[in-house]
C-alpha cells in the first residue's frame, strides 16, 4: 500500500539554504496533507498542514505547497537550520472520520554547517 | 504545554507473551490512536478508538490486538501472544476533534517493544 510516497530516503543541504521535500500520494480522496518532523526515540511533532482547498500554507520558515491535479505536494524550509536535522514525515488523510494518517517512508533531512 | 505520555519506553518479551503499552493522552482530547513503525519503515496506522469503542482499524490490527480506556485517563494496547514481528516502537497520539483547524494528532514519544 504506497499511498503516500516520499521517494527520497534522505537529503543534505547546507545550513542557510532552502531544503525541499517531495511527497506524492495516489489516493484522490485525501483532504488533509501534513508535514510531521520525527528525532530519534522521539514521537513525531506536527509541524504545519494544508487543506485540499488551498495550494499553500505559509508557517514562519516553513512552507509547504499542494499541487492536486500533480498529486504532489513539498515542504520548502527557508532558511534551513541545524536543529532541523530530523526524519520529516509526510501525511495524508480524509476529513471524514476518525482521521487516520496514512503516512509517507519518511525523508532524512541533514543540515550541514 | 500538555503532552502525551507512554509507558514503558521499551518492553522486552518473549514471544507467546502478553504484552500491555500504556498510554495517557492529552487531557481534554477525545479521539485516541495506537500507530507503529517497525525499523526502517513507515509510521503504519493501527486503530483509532472514540466514545469508548473502536472507530477504524487497520488489516494489521487482528484478534491478537486490543485496546482499552479502563479509566478517564488511560488508553491501552494488548497484544495477547506476541510474534517477532510484533517488534516495533508503538505511538500513541489523541486529538480534540479530529478535521479541526490544522488536522493534527499529538504523538507520544514511543514504546519500543522487543520480542525475542
Known amino acids: 500500500d504506497q499511498q503516500v510516497k516520499q521517494n527520497s530516503p534522505s537529503l543534505s543541504v547546507q545550513e542557510g539554504r532552502i531544503s525541499i521535500l517531495n511527497c506524492d500520494y495516489t489516493?484522490?480522496?485525501?483532504?488533509?496533507f501534513l508535514w510531521y518532523k520525527k528525532y530519534p526515540a522521539e514521537g513525531p511533532t506536527f509541524l504545519i498542514s494544508?487543506?485540499?482547498?488551498?495550494d499553500k500554507n505559509e508557517d514562519g520558515r516553513f512552507t509547504v505547497f499542494l499541487n492536486k491535479s500533480a498529486k504532489h505536494l513539498s515542504l520548502h524550509i527557508v532558511p534551513s537550520q541545524p536543529g532541523d536535522s530530523a526524519v520529516y514525515f509526510c501525511?495524508?488523510?480524509?476529513?471524514?472520520?476518525?482521521?487516520?494518517?496514512?503516512f509517507g517512508q519518511g525523508t532524512r533531512l541533514t543540515i550541514n554547517p | 504545554e500538555p503532552e502525551v505520555t507512554q509507558t514503558p519506553s521499551h518492553q522486552v518479551t518473549q514471544m507467546g507473551q502478553e504484552v500491555i503499552l500504556r498510554c495517557v493522552p492529552i487531557?481534554?482530547?477525545?479521539?485516541f490512536y495506537w500507530y507503529r513503525q517497525i525499523l526502517g519503515q513507515k509510521v503504519e496506522f493501527l486503530v483509532s478508538?472514540?466514545?469508548?469503542?473502536?472507530?477504524?482499524k487497520s488489516e494489521i490490527f487482528d484478534d491478537q490486538f486490543s485496546v482499552e480506556r479502563p479509566d478517564g485517563s488511560n488508553f491501552t494496547l494488548k497484544i495477547r501472544s506476541t510474534k517477532l514481528e510484533d517488534s516495533a516502537m508503538y505511538f500513541c497520539?489523541?486529538?480534540?476533534?479530529?478535521?479541526?483547524?490544522?488536522?493534527?494528532?499529538?504523538f507520544g514519544e514511543g514504546s519500543r517493544l522487543t520480542v525475542l
Open positions: 497520539a489523541s486529538t480534540l476533534h479530529p478535521g479541526g483547524n490544522t488536522g493534527e494528532l499529538f
Open positions: 489516493n484522490s480522496m485525501f483532504d488533509y
Open positions: 494544508i487543506s485540499s482547498i488551498k
Open positions: 501525511a495524508a488523510s480524509r476529513i471524514q472520520g476518525a482521521q487516520k494518517l496514512v
Open positions: 487531557s481534554n482530547h477525545l479521539y
Open positions: 478508538f472514540y466514545n469508548n469503542e473502536i472507530s477504524e
